[in-house]
Nanobody, 122 residues
């Protein structure tokens, strides 16, 4: 049974940093990803990592500011978020079990964590 648990969210001022963690168990998926959803908006892809090779993919809105990484020994995927902006405010979700299609499309992932809230004030 797949279980994903996120942590590390919080409230920061614009320009600040946060590091999110996602501890995974029962996951055999080749890809793991971070998504986010702001109030009144659709869930959107943020970053994806290929677990076997470590290659990464980012949404244009976070390129150069966010970094996805993994520690396979700890079954953990991280999202380092630097130079945060108020528009980054959202619930952030860890996802696994990519089916097929687009790596930044939430509909193409079938396992999800409960999420962790990130709030960035100006």
């Amino acid at each position: 049974q797949v279980q994903l648990v996120e942590s590390g969210g919080g409230s920061v001022q614009a320009g600040g940093s946060l590091r999110l963690s996602c501890v995974a168990s029962g996951v055999s998926s080749s890809y793991m990803a971070w998504f986010r959803q702001a109030p009144g908006k659709e869930r959107e892809g943020v970053a994806v990592i290929y677990r076997r090779g470590g290659s990464t993919l980012y949404a244009d809105s976070v390129k150069g500011r966010f970094t996805i990484s993994q520690d396979n020994a700890k079954n953990t995927v991280y999202l380092q978020m630097d130079n945060l902006k108020p528009e980054d405010t959202a619930m952030y979700y860890c996802a696994a079990d990519f089916q097929r299609g687009s790596l930044l499309n939430p509909a193409d992932f079938s396992s999800w964590g409960p999420g962790t809230q990130v709030t960035v004030s100006s």
